[in-house]
């Protein structure tokens, strides 16, 4: 196979996608899927790379380690299967979003994401964000998730509601394209 997936994680400071994606580029690589993100002071990417030359991995790890290391950064390249690409257009499913308000306390991440597990949905996107109301912490959650056609959307809902009511959480379940219209500004 062709591809490979590429992880980075360290501090945030500007130019790293523009070292790693020219670092890529030397080696003859496309990106053709990436996700980065910062979390408070650091920095985490994803990437699914195109290497039509099978360069060899061993050699861009050191490559984008040497240059990122002197950012703080450090990355980790694995080859991608051809049954990892393909499994992932074999599932039939719906796009939903679930969202959660509530106290922030320890296990709630757990038990809703062992709950969504349960129904064999996977979490496509998960975020986290931390707020203070009335001097307590509370948490809000947003998973998008895809949701096997085989999966009764009211099963799902059900099970949310009754964990999420377990940790004092309000949940909300709908399908992404409703979520889309009802938040658009």
Known sequence: MDKFVL????????????????????FGCNIEDVSQTI????????????????CALDEMDQALNHVLGGMELS???????????????????????ITTKGPDQPGTISAVTTAIASLLCNVVHFR??????????????????????????????QVMVEVCAGY?????????????????V
């Open 39 to 54: 979390l408070q002071t650091e920095f985490a990417s994803i990437f699914i790379v195109h290497n039509p030359r099978g």
């Open 75 to 97: 990355a980790h390249l694995r080859p991608m299967t051809a049954q990892q690409t393909e499994q992932a257009a074999d599932t039939e499913h719906e796009p939903f979003v």
């Open 128 to 157: 986290a964000i931390i707020t203070k109301e009335d001097n307590v912490d509370a948490m809000i959650m947003i998973f998008e998730v895809d949701v096997p056609k085989n999966v009764d959307h009211r099963t799902l809902r």
């Open 7 to 26: 992880s980075v994680i360290g501090k945030d400071k500007p130019g790293i996608l523009a070292r790693i994606s020219t670092i890529l580029f030397q």
């Open 168 to 184: 004092g959480l309000d949940a909300s379940v709908q399908h992404r394209d409703i979520f889309e219209t009802i938040h658009r």
